[in-house]
């Protein structure tokens, strides 16, 4: 599939992402997955407001010219205004903070991979990735030579945004939210 293929694929039809010359379709979200972006965008706002720094939800595409890749992650944080692509005007070029929301129960998903997607956007400094399906919360940051990895897994821990000077407690983010294991009485 051709660039210009994908972008009249994924504007006629449900949202698909497009890399490695393949579209993909965006698979539809959980309930979990929806409250979790509910949860962290009223964090971001609440924090944000007042800054320069400005977040949005999943309805925009993110591109990626070095890698020629279109995606839609849950959550965008921008440390400026959005750029726009010259032809899309729901389509941007600089994001500072990407969040992702995954359920672990999705084979398709790999965190690594996603990650990679990002790299060589020259505005992007953290990848914040968020299990719908259990605790799990993964910060990878950029340290300038190299990239931090954090990860919370407990009710009693937080995971630090160093792009934006925030600690995301994991009790705000699953505010509300019922995990595999609660339902399965684990």
């Known amino acids: 599939m051709t660039e210009a293929e994908y ?15 393949e579209g993909f379709p965006v698979p539809d979200h959980s309930t979990n997955h929806t409250l979790i972006e509910i949860n962290v965008i009223e964090l971001l706002q609440n924090y944000l407001q007042g800054e320069n ?26 440390s400026e205004q959005p750029a726009f692509t010259e032809h899309e005007v729901m389509t941007v070029t600089n994001p500072y903070l990407v969040i992702e929301i ?19 956007i020259p505005s992007f400094k953290e990848f914040l990735i968020i299990d719908a399906d259990s605790m799990h ?5 950029d340290q300038g030579e190299e990239w931090l990895v954090q990860e919370a897994k407990n009710i009693k821990e ?3 945004s160093h792009a934006i000077n925030f600690t995301f407690k994991i009790t ?10 609660e339902i399965k009485g684990n």
């Open 7 to 21: 972008i009249g694929l994924d504007n006629i039809s449900n949202r698909h992402e497009f890399y490695n010359n």
């Open 53 to 78: 720094a400005i977040p949005f939800a999943s309805n925009l595409r993110l591109y990626n010219a070095n890698k020629i890749t279109y995606t839609y992650p849950d959550l965008i944080v921008f």
């Open 102 to 120: 995954f359920e672990s129960s999705n084979p398709d998903y790999n965190s690594a991979a996603r990650f990679d997607l990002y790299q060589g």
């Open 137 to 141: 919360v993964i910060s990878i940051s």
């Open 158 to 160: 937080a995971v630090r």
């Open 172 to 181: 705000d983010i699953y505010k509300d939210i019922k995990l595999s294991s």
